[in-house]
């Protein structure tokens, strides 16, 4: 990645074992945020290929399982 680069997600914030202190922690508080709002309101964000666009959708058990793995892909990108 060019080190010019600030990515729009964090904001300049590298990722990774290099990053602030307190920023793994907060980005799993953020997951698991979202997560209690889907569970508020039985309902999830889903994404389409077709439409390149996210949904509001039931939930179902797939979303959470999905939001928990955006937080262990966090730093690969």
């Not at 680069?5 to 799993?28: C, I, M, S, Y």
């Amino acid at each position: 990645m060019n080190k010019d680069h600030v990515d729009p997600l964090t904001q300049g914030n590298p990722t990774g074992p290099d990053q602030p202190v307190g920023a793994e922690e907060r980005k799993k508080a953020f997951i698991e945020d979202i997560i209690k709002v889907y569970e508020k309101h039985k309902l999830g964000l889903s994404y389409s290929d077709i439409l390149d666009d996210f949904m509001v959708v039931d939930l179902d058990p797939w979303h959470i399982e999905w939001m928990r793995e955006a937080f262990t892909d966090i730093g690969r990108h």
